[in-house]
């Protein structure tokens, strides 16, 4: 069994050390929050299997020969579960105006990175591509947003479709908006950044019964997103989550990790944990007030 087992170490992983599409987060355990005994700890990996393919497939996002995010993406919906990345601190990015795809989701033999659309074997049948949203009025909205990136690479890095689904655009460019922000200044004042890194995941909940965009893509009901950090005055772990509707309401709540991790549980009826159960002790005071 030892000898098995290591020759199917031996021969497995040159081939994840090249992949993107990745058969297990560990490939980028940086992007995780880490437990006292410094393992990376993943938001809940769902896995639903038909005829040996997961539709669930994990994703380390390869940008410029870099690992710059992880993703878990929901193949069935054509939309990500989650975004998981880490946060240094405010960095001024610009934005790109195209959108980058996941090669391998269609085609095994694809680019290991995130690419264009040309020359993609299969292209759109595992996931969303850019025609999908022309003329729906939905914005692609970034799970990892563009002003969370540390560098001007990972701002760029954000701009491929598997970090993005369909968002109504009142949400994504009001309150959705202002809550990244404020999370944002929020971390970038109270967090310990230079040796324990802020934590975020953000999500999506798809609807049910589907609402489809273009007749492929689940619109999300949700949108939800939580951060762990080390508060550098109080010297602790501590949290914070949001979600609001995907819809032109305005509604936006600020909840407990514990709170935002019961309502997930509910939704995708199954339990799921963001940081491991963990992480748990709530940041005492309001965030995000409503402009
Ligand atoms: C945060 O992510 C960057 C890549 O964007 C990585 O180089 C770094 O090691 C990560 N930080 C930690 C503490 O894992």
Redesign the pocket.
């Known amino acids: 069994m030892g000898f098995v087992c290591g020759l199917f170490l031996l021969l497995t992983l040159p081939v994840l050390a090249l992949t993107e599409v990745v058969t297990s987060f560990s490939t980028c355990?940086?992007?995780?929050w880490?437990d006292q005994n410094g393992k990376a700890v993943t938001p809940t990996i769902f896995t639903q299997v038909t005829n040996g393919y997961d539709h669930y497939q994990k994703i380390c996002q390869r940008y410029k020969n870099?690992?710059?995010?992880a993703t878990l993406y929901d193949t069935a919906h054509r939309i990500p579960v989650y975004s998981a990345?880490?946060?240094?601190g405010i960095q001024k990015c610009s934005r790109k105006n195209s959108w980058l795809i996941e090669p391998r989701l269609d085609d095994i033999n694809g680019s290991p990175e995130m690419t264009t659309e040309s020359n993609v074997k299969n292209l759109g049948q595992k996931q969303a591509i850019n025609d999908d949203y022309d003329k729906t009025g939905y914005d692609k909205g970034h799970l990892y947003p563009v002003s969370q990136a540390?560098?001007q690479c990972?701002a760029f890095a954000t701009f491929t479709l598997t970090n993005a689904a369909p968002q109504h655009l009142r949400f994504n460019r009001g309150v959705w908006n202002q809550m990244e922000r404020a999370v944002l200044n929020y971390m970038n004042t109270n967090c310990q950044l230079n040796?324990?890194?802020a934590y975020i995941v953000t999500g999506t909940v798809p609807s049910n019964p589907s609402k489809l965009m273009n007749n492929r893509v689940n619109i999300p009901k949700y949108f939800w997103n939580a951060f762990c950090c080390f508060d550098k005055n109080c010297k602790k772990w501590v949290s914070k989550a949001h979600k609001g509707p995907n819809d032109d309401t305005g509604t936006l709540l600020e909840l407990s990790l514990n709170n935002l991790e019961a309502g997930l549980s509910q939704d995708y009826g199954q339990a799921f944990s963001v940081f491991g159960g963990q992480c748990q002790t709530d940041i005492n005071k309001p965030i995000y007030h409503k402009p």
């Open positions: 355990p940086q992007f995780f880490k870099l690992y710059q995010f990345f880490n946060f240094t540390d560098d990972t040796n324990n890194i």
